[in-house]
């Protein structure tokens, strides 16, 4: 599925609240130069919604799911939660978003989709949006650890803030490899699109990974 459409590419790399590491915005540039050599227009566009407010609204979006699964296994097996039953970030997510009330949920719906349609005006004036998939290079082993809490509360809403939106909206999205660090970690760009551009999305993939195959292995870094 190799689309010969030209494409007009709204580009995002700085997002209100967040400073991208260098890294992944020069892979996300290249990115775009790469798609403008494959002839398509490339233009800077606004986000056109608040970070952190899309990310409490996802939050309380998702907690609720996570109450709604673990209550609905429970009654399956017909016993009460046990201690060791989840991660200890799982479980502080499940005993905070039960506390959530049908009103709050209502609200919190009711946001979701005001956010679909801010994000959805972008796809008035391009087809598909460009962005680095992480605002961090791939963290450390420990840096996101769910058996302890506050690792993920201090680093995973950056490493989220590019992907989170999508998640929300439910517009389709993917995360194309594109080189690496200087310790030979891979980078990754996102591409994301209205409802229903799924074709356009695998398509673009399949001219990008022509042009610049991914890299199958990790280099070593440098010394």
């Known amino acids: 599925m190799k689309s010969r459409r030209r494409l007009r590419i709204g580009l995002i790399t700085e997002i209100p609240g967040v400073t991208p590491d260098p890294s992944c915005v020069a892979a996300t540039e290249r ?14 566009v606004e986000t056109g919604y608040d970070p952190a407010e899309v990310a409490r609204v996802a939050g309380d979006v998702m907690g609720a799911d996570l109450v709604v699964t673990v209550e609905d296994r429970l009654a399956e097996l017909d016993r009460d939660l046990r201690d060791d039953d989840l991660e200890p970030l799982t479980r502080v997510l499940y005993d905070h978003y039960r506390t959530l009330s049908a009103a709050d949920l209502n609200r919190t719906l009711r946001r979701a989709q005001g956010i679909g349609w801010e994000v959805g005006r972008a796809f008035g004036e391009v087809d598909l949006l460009l962005t680095p998939t992480l605002a961090r290079p791939t963290p450390r082993l420990g840096d996101l650890d769910t058996s302890r809490p506050e690792t993920i509360y201090r680093h995973a809403a950056v490493y ?3 992907t989170s939106v999508f998640n929300l909206t439910g517009m389709p999205a993917m995360s194309v490899p594109f080189g690496s660090t200087s310790d030979g ?22 001219r990008i990974e022509e042009a610049a195959p991914w890299q199958r292995t990790v280099r070593p870094a440098s010394r």
């Not at 591409?191 to 399949?206: H, K, R, T, V, Y």
């Open 31 to 44: 990115a775009a130069a790469l798609c403008e050599s494959l002839g398509h227009t490339v233009v800077p």
């Open 160 to 162: 989220a803030t590019y």
């Open 185 to 206: 970690l891979p980078l990754g760009v996102q591409f994301a699109g209205d409802l229903g551009a799924e074709p356009l999305l695998l398509g673009l993939a399949a």
